[in-house]
């Protein structure tokens, strides 16, 4: 018999999701954040901060993509348990130096390692084997980050220096109208990457389960199958999307907003999943084209190259799961 799974079980494997993707979202932002922070620097030391500050931009990526493998497998574990995994994210903070940086991923890690002794301990008690070792693995792998991240709480950062000249007039254009403008893209892109990862462990659990009918024995796919797979590369396109708006927005002087809008939404069935993907697909289409029209009116080339590239490829992605649920 497989082993009876309480809620509050489910609970606490939920909880973990949430600051994986937690921190997920938050060492991405930073290593967008660091784009900017190299341009900033002092030149004197430019043969020796440049190879940090491109380290450590690179630290922050590599273990952001780790946090997403981790919500990723717990996700999926969930799903085979009979679970839901939940689309909820734990609220980033980013900070804007590197020791801010370092010393945020020391809580956070911390965080992590105290919740997943206890998942490791609770999945043990129960019995539940599969859990335990996957718990053991990520805790292994949390270990590494906050030793890393330890590595650079007394990093001595450059001191910003304040503007001593006024605004240039070409900066002009980037109010806090526009910020939050740009920032609902941000936002739009976590909501695709937060369902579209949820919507691919769960068609690939849906497909484990279904029972193969003779043409699919014979093709050798199924709807779920390539639901599943398609969604994966398709919250890739999303995370390239968000790294260049991100970096963009930090570069010329804004923060960027770190909770998905709309909320994420993962459906019954795989076909409910498509409708919805559909639907995201379709509103940041339409959010884009309002950005582009704003930055052509501003005079903001750069912005707008960036999502005149994006919104290409978000009409793809429309196609895409057009083709499924016609
Ligand atoms: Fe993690
Ligand atoms: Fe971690
Ligand atoms: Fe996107
Ligand atoms: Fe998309």
């Not at 941000?186 to 849906?206: D, W």
Request: aromatic share 10%; hydrophobic share 40%.
């Amino acid at each position: 018999m497989a082993v009876k799974i309480t809620t509050e079980y489910m609970d606490m494997l939920n909880k973990a999701v949430e600051r994986e993707f937690g921190v997920a979202v938050q060492y991405f932002l930073q290593h967008a954040k660091m784009e900017k922070i190299k341009k900033r620097e002092i030149p004197e030391n430019i043969l020796l901060d440049k190879t940090v500050y491109d380290a450590v931009g690179k630290i922050l990526h590599d273990i952001s993509i780790q946090e997403m493998k981790h919500a990723a497998a717990i996700m999926e574990r969930i799903y085979y348990l009979g679970g839901e995994a939940t689309t909820k994210g734990d609220k980033p903070v980013t900070g804007d130096t590197i020791s801010e940086f370092a010393k945020l991923g020391v809580v956070a890690e911390e965080e992590a390692l105290t919740l997943y002794r206890q998942i490791i301990d609770v999945a043990g008690k129960m019995g539940d084997w599969e859990t335990r070792e996957l718990f053991e693995k990520i805790y292994g792998e949390e270990e590494a980050h906050l030793f890393k991240f330890q590595e650079y709480t007394s990093f001595q950062d450059e001191k910003e220096e304040p503007y001593k000249v006024p605004m240039p007039e070409w900066r002009k254009i980037f109010t806090q109208d526009y910020y939050d403008l740009l920032n609902k893209a941000v936002a739009a892109e976590i909501a695709g990457i937060i369902q579209y990862t949820n919507q691919h462990e769960k068609a690939a659990f849906l497909e484990l389960r279904k029972k193969t009918t003779a043409l699919e024995t014979v093709t050798d796919t199924n709807l779920q199958g390539v639901v599943s797979k398609t969604l994966k590369d398709i919250f890739m396109a999303e995370m390239k999307h968000l790294e260049a708006i991100s970096e963009r927005i930090y570069l010329v002087d804004g923060e960027c907003v770190t909770k998905p809008d709309p909320l994420p939404k993962v459906g019954k069935t795989v076909i409910d999943m498509l409708r919805l993907d559909h639907a995201l697909e379709s509103s940041s289409i339409l959010l884009y084209r309002q950005i582009i029209a704003e930055a052509l009116k501003r005079g903001d080339t750069a912005t707008r190259k960036i999502f005149e590239d994006i919104v290409v490829q978000e009409e793809e992605h429309f196609w895409t799961f057009d083709d499924f649920v016609r």
